[in-house]
Nanobody, 120 residues
Framework: QWQLAESGGGSVQAGGSLSLSCAAS????????MGWFRQAPGEEREPVAV???????EYVDFVKGRFIITRDNAKSTVYLQMNSLRPEDTAVYYC??????????????WGQGILVTVSS
């Protein structure tokens, strides 16, 4: 069983940046694919980016060139650097783990979610 704990959300103006972190806690180092999903108000959850143990990544089109996903394997931690934020990026962001390296894969573990608000 893995516990995922997100941190770093908050509010920012359009064009600004925020960084999210997610620490995975378990009995061993987390070698699984990790990533981020998000859910905007009134919308369904959608994938944002995923990353493998070997740092292979997949990004959804609407964040390519703006968001960067990285991970620290020794710390079982995944990060999401969000730049050039837009009001439509406003959502609850969820850390996920244990899934195939595909944006249409379903994660096995989910964090509680953290709110990111982008004002115009």
């Amino acid at each position: 069983q893995w516990q995922l704990a997100e941190s770093g959300g908050g509010s920012v103006q359009a064009g600004g940046s925020l960084s999210l972190s997610c620490a995975a806690s378990g009995r061993t180092v987390n070698t699984a694919v990790m990533g981020w999903f998000r859910q905007a108000p009134g919308e369904e959850r959608e994938p944002v980016a995923v990353i493998s143990w070997t740092a292979d990544t997949e990004y959804v089109d609407f964040v390519k060139g703006r968001f960067i996903i990285t991970r620290d394997n020794a710390k079982s931690t995944v990060y999401l650097q969000m730049n050039s934020l837009r009001p439509e990026d406003t959502a609850v962001y969820y850390c996920v783990s244990h899934m195939d390296l595909r944006l249409d894969a379903r994660p096995k573990f989910w964090g509680q979610g953290i709110l990111v608000t982008v004002s115009s």
